[in-house]
């Protein structure tokens, strides 16, 4: 015998279900087994600790610390964090001067550098361009240090520069600083701080070459986007090289092709341009050709790692100044496990609550709604755990607060479409019709409650707090496990339950006992029971479900069929 349609729809249902929670633990458990996945979400800072980087801003003598300068630099450092994917991270002011940043579990070195660095971004063209060291060859052939500067050097340019590329800036004493400059740790920690119109000496970031180079001339606040991306040739053949891909605003855009305009021209290091990001060099490529439509690519040593992280930093911005870290330890859970425990246990009262009232109100057909939270509960858990694997999500006691309330959420799916078959059921309906109409019926409210809670989730998630994001995220989350689990799960599971003898039979263990739940055929506004015959209790029941579940019109109606009821009876009286 062939299946009827909504029988085949059922199980295809059911199979899409299975393919969905196979895929997800596929998945996970290639994790496991070969990466660093866990079977169990990771812990946010308020549940498992972490690690604690005071940051303490580097000025120059005298300058002031703006409380504005030290609430940007907060915005800065909490985008970077989240574009890394490190979720539940806590950043704010310490006093006037102090930036504390919190981050859950072990960060890795690429995460605090994303913290600590300035990323300041500036161009400069190349005056001279020399090796790292500071020794120079004699004439005897041996090599010496090159003598430290003498006071009484010319230090300011015989005629004023036209432009950055001009060796006017190469005075008798820059030349000198030059030539006894060498590439080491302590000459070029602080170099990041040298003024914008004035030539600076620094280093590559590889300390191998040293470069002498001329004032700014675009400026890393022009930058409107950057990306990472796998280096491509003109043919659009990769090489495997990482490196970041640079837009401009109009200004930069402007600024950028009338360097390479100029640098072009000329002939040796002042053909090239530098890229200098926190006082180092971190290339400084030829300029080959003019670059008019502001987008320029930075090549170099680029990890995927690190030239993402660059990528970010310079999307959202240079921070106000230079950091230095004043410390960082490791800090203990705020809430820690028992608070965790207590939170889980509430979650495991509050489905006991609701199995209790399932079972009372709906009898055995209250088993759908256990198992439909029990495959909830083990897609919110496939879900959780490989966002904490492949984006680092951290769960909260905020977000388990939020898994504890989509418990009710989830629930009130189940009631309003049980209730909807039962008032189908009272109409007169068979079970199988019943529960395709009250579906029909009942998805409408059901869709329109979820739209809801999504909509509150993402604006509660935009607008609030960072700790009250983690309960947002998880009632998000649990909204749309909800809607699919009513759809592949619930509906189907009915739509094969109705073919069963027992609940089509409507057996009062079943909870769809139509005599227990008043049910009539309805037809002109009147009502007569069925014809079964019942005991008197129960057709006393039945009686006061029929009259409690009819509309207004319908109760007007059967108003007015008994006044001229009572009227014509009355007249038969007096005609007697």
């Known amino acids: 015998m062939a299946k009827s349609t909504p029988v085949k729809k059922a199980w295809r249902s059911l199979s899409w279900l299975g393919v969905i929670v196979l895929v997800l633990l596929g998945t996970l458990t290639a994790g496991v087994l070969f990466s660093n996945a866990t079977w169990l979400p990771k812990l946010a800072l308020d549940l498992e600790g972490g690690t604690q980087v005071i940051l303490t801003p580097q000025v120059e003598n005298g300058q002031s610390i703006q409380q504005q300068q030290l609430d940007q630099a907060v915005s800065i450092i909490r985008q970077r964090i989240d574009a890394s994917g490190v979720s539940e991270a806590q950043i704010s002011t310490e006093g006037s001067r102090n930036i504390v940043v919190s981050l859950p579990g072990k960060p890795d070195e690429e995460t605090l550098n994303r913290v600590k660095s300035s990323a300041r971004l500036d161009f400069r063209p190349v005056l001279i361009a020399g090796g790292p060291s500071n020794e120079v060859v004699g004439a005897d052939g041996k090599s010496t240090p090159a003598p430290t ?70 400026k890393g606040q022009d930058i409107s986007d950057a990306n990472a991306g796998i280096m491509t040739s003109s043919q659009g053949v990769s090489n495997g090289q990482w490196a970041v891909n640079i837009v401009f605003n109009a200004a930069g855009t402007k600024a950028f092709a009338d360097v390479t305009t100029r640098l072009n021209a000329l002939q040796g290091a002042q053909n090239q341009f530098a890229i200098v990001l926190d006082g180092k060099v971190i290339s400084a490529p030829t300029t080959n050709a003019v670059i008019t439509d502001g987008k320029p690519q930075i090549s170099g040593n680029f990890t995927e790692a690190s030239a993402k992280a660059l990528a970010d930093q310079l999307k959202f911005g240079a921070l106000p100044f230079s950091f230095k870290v004043q410390s960082q330890d490791d800090i203990s859970a705020t809430l820690g496990t028992s608070q965790l425990i207590s939170g889980l246990v509430a979650g495991l009262i509050g489905l006991i609550l609701v199995a209790i009232y399932t079972f009372f109100q709906y009898r055995l057909l209250g088993f759908v709604t256990i198992v439909s939270l029990v495959v909830a509960g083990v897609l919110t858990w496939l879900t959780i755990s490989l966002l904490s694997w492949h984006y680092d999500y951290r769960l909260s006691l905020a977000g388990v607060a939020g898994l504890i309330v989509a418990i009710g959420f989830t629930a009130d799916s189940f009631i309003v479409y049980f209730e909807r078959i039962r008032d189908e059921l009272r109409d007169g309906r068979g079970l199988e019709s019943a529960v395709e109409a009250g579906w029909s019926r009942a998805r409408r409210t059901i869709y329109a409650s979820k739209a809801t809670n999504l909509l509150a989730a993402i604006v509660l998630y935009v607008l609030a707090a960072a700790n009250v994001r983690g309960f947002a995220f998880t009632l998000g989350l649990t909204t749309v496990i909800d809607v699919i689990v009513v759809l592949l799960f619930t509906h189907p599971t009915l739509q094969l339950l109705a073919r069963t003898r027992f609940f089509s039979s409507g057996h009062p263990a079943s909870g769809l006992d139509p005599q227990a739940l008043g049910a009539v055929y309805r037809g002109a506004a009147k009502f007569r029971s069925p014809a079964v015959t019942v005991g008197a209790g129960t057709a006393a029941r039945s009686s006061k479900e029929a009259a409690r579940r009819q509309t207004i019109a319908e109760r007007k109606a059967a108003e007015l069929a008994g006044a001229t009821t009572s009227s014509d009876r009355s007249t038969e009286g007096k005609d007697s």
């Open 149 to 218: 500067p003498e006071p009484g050097l010319q230090s300011t340019p015989s005629t004023s520069p036209t432009n950055g590329s001009d060796l006017a800036w190469v005075t008798p004493a820059l030349q000198a600083q030059f030539n006894a400059f060498s590439c080491t740790a302590e000459n070029t920690q602080n170099v990041n701080a040298a003024p914008t119109d004035k030539p600076l000496i620094t280093c590559d970031d590889q300390n191998q070459a040293k470069y002498l180079l001329g004032p700014v001339e675009v």
